[in-house]
């Protein structure tokens, strides 16, 4: 038998979610606005003017930025960052991780209170700019990638992910006759797959937003991030440095080309969440509660 509850609606109620509604319009308006201007048909763009649907629709801009060598670089740059610098982030931190859940390893609790330490204390920005410089990784992708191969939160929470893993299955495992190895693959990565799933969306968005590190470390405009290009268009006001096609058309206005290269850095991962969204709560809820 199941018991109903029948709560009638309160003024407070009403209250509540007409300010709740109120603050998620004012939260979207601006989104509503870059995608506007972002589609505006460069013969219709008049500047300092609000638009909530464009009086022309047109994908010029898109058209523009997208054969521009530039932004193509940026693209291509900041992919090659979010991928390689995803597997890295995840087998290091994964494989870190299920080393500290091992009791019997030498030096366990030395590792996990270094780990500790960096949550609370860091070298700061000038070491690590003279580290990358003496390892000569300016200028080079990697800069954005070696040093931030994991960090102490992402640990613990794995960590305390697998500690709720049950020993017996690898102990069952290890009698079938898996080594380490193998039941590191085979047992530990299947069942942390929420887990996976979950860290494969926040360093993957980490990589995808880099802008200061790759501010510091990268002085040649070839090897920008898309960030550090959309700085130069949104922040610097200028879009003379996003090149210019081969054709003879003219540029569309700056306004529109800013605002469609910002749907265009967000649109990877709008497309990416969805498929993961349903790991996401999981993982880092049970990462978090238990240890």
């Not at 013969?43 to 649907?53: G, S």
């Not at 002085?219 to 879009?239: E, G, P, R």
């Not at 096609?245 to 990416?272: C, H, K, W, Y």
Request: glycine share 6%; proline share 5%.
């Amino acid at each position: 038998m199941s018991f109903v509850h029948n709560r009638k609606t309160t003024f407070g109620d009403v209250l509540n979610y007409s300010a709740l509604g109120l603050i998620s319009l004012i939260s979207l308006f601006p989104f509503f606005y870059v995608l506007s201007i972002s589609f505006t048909d460069p013969q219709t763009y008049v500047p300092l003017k609000f638009y909530i649907f464009p009086e022309k629709w047109s994908l010029s801009s898109y058209e523009f930025i997208l054969s521009t060598r530039s932004f193509i670089d940026s693209l291509n740059s900041t992919i090659f960052v979010t991928v390689v610098g995803t597997l890295f982030n995840l087998l290091f931190t994964f494989t870190m991780a299920y080393g500290l859940t091992k009791k019997g390893v030498p030096g366990r609790k030395v590792f996990l209170g270094v780990v500790i330490f960096t949550l609370f204390f860091s070298a700061g920005i000038i070491p690590s700019y003279l580290l990358v410089r003496n390892l000569g990784l300016l200028n080079s992708y990697w800069s954005l990638i070696w040093p931030s191969l994991t960090n102490a939160w992402s640990l613990i929470v794995v960590k305390s992910f697998m500690d709720s893993i049950h020993p017996e299955l690898e102990d069952s495992a290890r009698i079938d006759g898996c080594s380490d190895l193998g039941v590191f693959v085979r047992i530990i990565i299947p069942l942390s797959m929420p887990a996976v799933a979950a860290f494969t969306l926040f360093f993957a968005v980490n990589h995808w937003n880099t802008y200061f590190n790759a501010l510091i470390y990268i002085s040649d405009t070839k090897k920008w991030t898309l960030q550090l290009l959309i700085k130069q268009l949104v922040v610097d006001a200028d879009a003379s440095g996003i090149g210019q096609t081969s054709g003879n058309d003219a540029a569309p206005p700056q306004e529109t080309i800013r605002m469609a290269s910002i749907v265009l850095s967000m649109v990877p991962i709008l497309i990416v969440y969805p498929f993961l969204q349903r790991h996401f709560a999981k993982g880092v809820m049970l990462g978090s509660v238990k240890g």
